[in-house]
Every structure is written in C-alpha cells, then in structure tokens.
C-alpha cells in the first residue's frame, strides 16, 4: 500500500456513501455515520445519531450529495468570480435563503426500497416519495436514475418530469444535463451532439475538468462537455476500470489500484498502489481525497491527491 494510504476501521462493510467534498457519510446495516474527508469522525450526536422508530430508514443502496457554495469576489478585475464551498455544517439559514428556487445545495438524499430520500446530515429522512431506482450527483444536482428513466430531484418530496434513457447503461451528471450510454449501441448522448465510443467494452463514466471520461480497454476516452467533440485519448495500464471520480478536478480511476490525473495541469496518469487481493465494493470523491471500499470490509482506504 503507498504510504500516503490511510485505512480506518468502520462498525460494518459499507453498501452506499458520498461526500460534499467536506462530509463523508458512509451507509451500511447500522445507520448512516459521518466522517470528514480526511477520515475523523464526527461528534457522536452529529455523525451516528439515528433517527426515531416511527422515521426508520431501511437500508440505503446508494447516496448523493452536493456540497453548498456562495458566489466569492473576484481577486482580480475582469476576472470570473470564484465558487467557494461551504460545509453543510456551516451553511446557515441566511445562506441557505439566498439559495434560488429548487436548488439542491447542501443537500444529501438516498434510496432505499422503492423510493428515494431526502436526508438531514445526521441521515434521518425528510421527506421521500417513490422511486425505485438511485441516485447520482454531479454539478451541484442530484438525480434520481433507474432502468431507461432518470428524474432530478428538485426540494424535499419533489422530483422533476422524467427524462427517458432507453437502454441505460453508465450515466454521469452535470449539473442540469446527464450523459448517458445505452446497452443497445455505441453512443454517448446527452451533450450537443452523439459521439460514436466504437465497439469497446466500456467501465464508469463521470465529468471531470470539462470533458466526459469513459474508462475501456487500456484507454481513457474523453469527450468535450462544450463541444460534444472527441478528444485526444489518455492511455491507462488498466480497464475497463468499474469506477471513474472527479476529485477536486483530478480525475481518478480505480480497479484494485487508484490512478490519479489531472488533465488542466497537465500532470501524466499516476498509480497509487492499495495492496488489495480483492476487489473494491465503492470509490467516491470527498474534496481531494477518494475514499476506497475494499469489498466486505468494514474498512475504508483514504487517498489524498
């Protein structure tokens, strides 16, 4: 394992989690627990607090989360302003009034059985209604995706009109968009235009430092989130590889190792070796590190990048 690697032990394997890039909850048999990115575990009261029996959640198979941001000034004139992002903990009710109609800033939900949930960060449900399906996060949106439908959840309870994938294979949100691939041919759609990804066995999907990746054979190929053009393909010693994250614009992929690049510096495909015999259940990106789940551990392998 690289030296870099943190493990820390957790009360049982873990089936779903997800990150505001400054949270990290982790979903399994006992509950919902929340650590911060870099593996602590939050106040007891805060981080394993369950909710009341008549409010039991079964267990979740998937969560998402998006992080809350403020608009920041611009350092230097004629400059974009930057987006600056707030831990949910600190994301207070004037923030969170400033928050335009719908937004899903600040906001962790989950699915278990048919329907999906919204949840407070202690992971006690607020509201729910049906959707037997999962849920995907991505540019400050969460969707709830099932076989050939996705539907964004828009507040607490509400979900938005349904968008038909017919044969959905992978999908990766971007905010209000989805690109998605279907079963049925070789296409990625959901951008200006369809990209034909040729006769490839194909792994995970996901937007990172404005291109789409997808993971094949030994390859890396991207596409233009802007243009909907192809771009130059990255070699990988590995792949198709299950999972692809964004992490803080690194995008990582891993196998039973994690490969690290960050396209807008230029920086070439790294290995960071885990030492793992077995297979990984579920990698996410928490801020800059990726949280690694070796399969029926209850353990999680920390990565800074």
């Known amino acids: 394992m690289d030296g870099a690697v943190t493990k820390i032990d957790l009360p049982c394997p873990v089936r779903a989690a997800a990150s505001d890039g400054t949270t990290v909850w982790c979903a399994g048999p006992g509950g919902v627990r929340a650590y911060t ?12 607090r369950r909710p009341d029996d008549g409010a039991r959640l079964p267990e979740l198979r998937s ?31 004037a923030h969170m009034s400033s928050l335009s109609e719908g937004s899903m800033a600040g906001t962790l939900a989950g699915t ?39 539907r964004r959840l828009v507040e607490p309870g509400c979900l938005g009109e349904p968008v038909e994938l017919p044969g959905l294979d992978q999908c990766a949100v971007e905010g209000m968009r989805l690109w998605w691939t ?41 596409v233009s ?37 960050a396209p807008a510096a230029g920086v070439a495909l790294r290995r960071i070796p885990l030492g793992l015999e077995g297979p990984l259940a579920l990698v996410i990106a928490a801020g800059k590190h990726v949280w690694a789940f070796p399969a029926g551990r209850p353990e999680a392998l920390i990565v800074p990048l």
């Open 225 to 261: 989130t802007w243009s909907g053009e192809p771009r130059r393909t990255t070699g990988a010693p590995e792949g198709p590889m299950p999972f692809l994250v964004c992490a803080n614009g690194v995008l990582a992929g891993a196998e039973r190792d994690v490969f690290a690049l």
């Open 63 to 93: 969560l998402a989360a998006v992080p809350g941001t403020v608009a920041g000034a611009a350092g230097v004139p004629g400059t974009l302003a930057e987006t600056v992002m707030v831990p949910r903990t600190f994301a207070g009710t």
């Open 112 to 150: 278990a059985g048919d329907r999906v949930y919204w949840l407070d960060p202690c992971g006690a449900p607020l509201a729910s209604t049906l959707f037997d399906g999962r849920v995907l996060a991505g540019g400050g949106e969460i969707w709830a995706v099932a076989a050939g439908l996705a």
């Open 182 to 222: 279907s079963r049925w041919d070789t296409m990625l759609r959901g951008g200006p235009r369809e990209v034909d990804l040729g006769p490839r066995r194909r792994g995970g999907m996901t937007v990172c430092a404005g291109s789409v990746w997808i993971s094949v054979t030994g390859r890396l190929l991207r």
């Open 37 to 48: 990115a870099s593996g602590a575990p939050l106040d007891a009261e805060a981080g394993a």
